[in-house]
DNA sequence: GACACCATACCAACTGGTCGGTATGTTGAT
DNA sequence: ATCAACATACCGACCAGTTGGTATGGTGTC
């Protein structure tokens, strides 16, 4: 106890860091329990935290989830900024590139990869409209990153009548939730990762690329 | 199964109705609210019965969970075998149909349409294995019942390589599901019937009966 | 540069209420 | 009379949230 190391002591978190400990703790936990399954106790103690310090900085368990779901959104932004295939001079090949990127993340156990956004609308959307909300916006926030590069691609390449960028960007969306859910069911990515590949295929289709029978 | 002979009291709920209605209260509960939202109080008020009863019929909520995914199965099952398009000849046209009809069924307020197994799994496949399980078997059978008319189209039209039925099966399957969790979160179908628009047009693309760019 | 002052960050213990589950009583059909 | 099919009353565990308090670091004053 008398011991007083320098900048970072060892035996606790450094002060200061709670808040963001709860969230990643909150994103942890949520992915694997559900929302309504998580406890504020189990955010507490997967955090290093006690119960005071939650509410001290969250007004309630639905505050922490919208705060998890806008830091969820921050989290995905490097993926549509830092990875090597953004840098890539056609649309297309960008959209592949994101696809692809997607497709290698199905590895590993299901807890690794989930949505947490999609995990956590899924037993609040009907109980608490600000998660929902919350919720609606990172999805939202999603497409509108990847919908420019498809927009672009329907402008070089053209596309069948009726499809849209925001509409495609959606579709992405949608398979990669449902891969999701069929991954958790069987507890095995693989299941994802073969959807994936079905909506690669399309995309290559949609843009003249691709092979039919 | 066979209804007694004999009227049924009329006052209050017939003697011997208690377990169907509780797994069809807890259908509908669990799809508004989730498996861990939501209590077995809920779904005995829901089912107009009281704990003793649910008790009596199932020794545990999680065994109320699995009877429910068995029962939910069963409930989908006309869905292959009544339906008009079912008798088509076409084996791809069989196909659309079933799409078509689920596309259809995209209307109205979400909790009409989503999927119960879908719902349950996400916040239970972690913490209860025969749930999981269940809800695995309940999503099988309904690729195998999907599967045998994309065999058909398979041999009938061709289809590139790497696609096989069951493949298709599950990815129908989990667009449907991406579609679900989409329509939660904006609180709308239509975001569900884009996806499964787009589902549709990949499948025509598929067996060369659809258009390019 | 030392110290009073104070807002923030955090903690342990507790509260009223709800949870899944149980123990036991009552009813109705055979 | 018997037993399945319910209902009533209750239990310990756990829930989200509150309380009263302590430790820490910044700031103004001299």
């Known amino acids: 106890m008398a011991a007083r190391p320098g900048p970072a002591p060892r035996g606790r978190a450094a002060r200061g860091s709670a808040r963001a400990a709860l969230i990643a703790a909150a994103h942890t936990t949520v992915r694997r ?3 309504a399954a998580t406890s504020v106790d189990d955010i507490c103690a997967a955090a290093g935290v006690t119960k005071g310090a939650f509410f001290h900085h969250f007004a309630s368990k639905e505050a922490l989830a919208v705060a998890a779901a806008e830091a969820w959104t921050e989290r995905a932004r490097p993926m549509f900024e830092m990875l090597p295939h953004t840098k890539l001079k ?5 959209l592949l590139g994101h696809i692809d990127f997607r497709f290698s993340m199905l590895h590993g156990p ?4 989930i949505c947490f956004i999609g995990t956590m609308v899924q037993d609040a959307y009907a109980t608490s ?3 929902r909300l919350a919720c609606e916006a990172s999805i939202a ?3 509108d990153a990847l ?3 498809i927009e672009a691609a329907i402008d070089a ?3 069948p009548p009726g499809v849209t ?3 495609l960007a959606r579709h992405v969306q949608s398979v990669l939730q449902g891969g999701f859910v069929l991954a958790k069911t069987t507890n095995d990515p693989a299941i994802a990762r073969e959807s994936v590949a079905h909506l690669r295929r399309y995309i290559l289709m949609l843009f003249g690329r691709g092979e039919t029978a």
């Open 33 to 35: 329990q559900g929302y």
């Open 157 to 159: 390449y053209g596309a």
């Open 141 to 143: 926030a999603y497409c």
């Open 129 to 131: 409209e600000p998660i």
């Open 165 to 167: 960028a925001p509409d």
């Open 90 to 94: 056609d649309p297309l090949d960008r």
């Open 147 to 149: 919908a420019p590069d």
């Open 110 to 113: 299901v807890d690794g990869f």
